[in-house]
């Protein structure tokens, strides 16, 4: 059993800064990719980026402005995000898929204000 704790959530305005956390505990062995997703009131959840080993990807709409990274000690992922839009306010949720499993975390509700 795997569980994913986020942090680093808040209130910040149009522009600014903010970096997520996640911390995994349990056995992470056999984990293939963790990975940051959001999902604003009223919308379907989505994908804002990933990692897999030492490979990224990102949704459009976060590129250049977003970076996602793993902690020395590979049970941490980051988001570290920048230049904050209004229309990335939304609970932003860590994932990590394992080959027979896939966990979620709680969430960390970030608000950009305009």
């Known amino acids: 059993q795997v569980q994913l704790v986020e942090s680093g959530g808040g209130l910040v305005q149009a522009g600014g800064s903010l970096r997520l956390s996640c911390a995994a505990s349990?056995?992470?062995?056999?984990?293939?990719?963790m990975g940051w997703y959001r999902q604003a009131p009223g919308k379907q959840r989505e994908l804002v980026a990933t990692?897999?080993?030492?490979?990224?990807n990102y949704a459009d709409s976060v590129k250049g402005r977003f970076t996602i990274s793993r902690g020395s000690a590979e049970n941490t992922v980051y988001l570290q995000m920048s230049s904050l839009k209004p229309e990335d306010t939304a609970v932003y949720y860590c994932?990590?898929?394992?080959?027979?499993?896939?966990?979620w975390g709680q969430g960390t509700q970030v608000t950009v204000s305009s």
């Open positions: 990692i897999i080993g030492g490979v990224t």
């Open positions: 349990g056995n992470m062995f056999n984990i293939r990719i």
């Open positions: 994932r990590a898929i394992f080959v027979t499993a896939d966990y």
